[in-house]
């Protein structure tokens, strides 16, 4: 069984910044690839960025490119995401997901985290 925690989230105003951190247990995290995912209201779950076991694979959404940085410390099983020049169509609430392959899909992981909100105001 694999349990994903995410924290980090809040409100920040536009243009400003948060590190989102997603602590696994459960299973050797060198063993999953890992990705972030957001949703906001009313909207479908999108892909933000992924990385491989070993880091050795990463990808971002177009909106992410420039902006967020997806890493990944296997020692402390923890996932993290920074977000740069954030603005209000970020807003969303945030899931950490874990598999056994890269990918943009949300279908083709396994585990998820229950989520953590950001917020931008304007």
């Known amino acids: 069984q694999v349990r994903l925690v995410e924290s980090g989230g809040g409100l920040v105003q536009r243009g400003g910044s948060l590190k989102l951190s997603c602590t696994q247990s459960?299973?050797?995290?060198?063993?999953?690839?890992m990705g972030w995912f957001r949703q906001a209201p009313g909207k479908e779950r999108e892909f933000v960025a992924e990385?491989?076991?070993?880091?050795?694979?990463?990808d971002y959404a177009d909106f992410a490119r420039g902006r967020f940085t997806i890493s990944r410390d296997n020692a402390r099983h923890t996932l993290y995401l920074q977000m740069n020049a954030l603005n209000p169509e970020d807003t969303a609430v945030y899931y950490c997901?874990?598999?056994?392959?890269?990918?943009?899909?949300?279908?083709?992981?396994?585990?998820w985290g229950q989520g953590t909100q950001v917020t931008v105001s304007s």
């Open positions: 997901a874990a598999g056994s392959v890269t990918s943009p899909s949300p279908h083709d992981y396994g585990y």
């Open positions: 459960g299973r050797p995290s060198m063993d999953l690839d």
């Open positions: 990385m491989s076991e070993h880091g050795g694979m990463i």
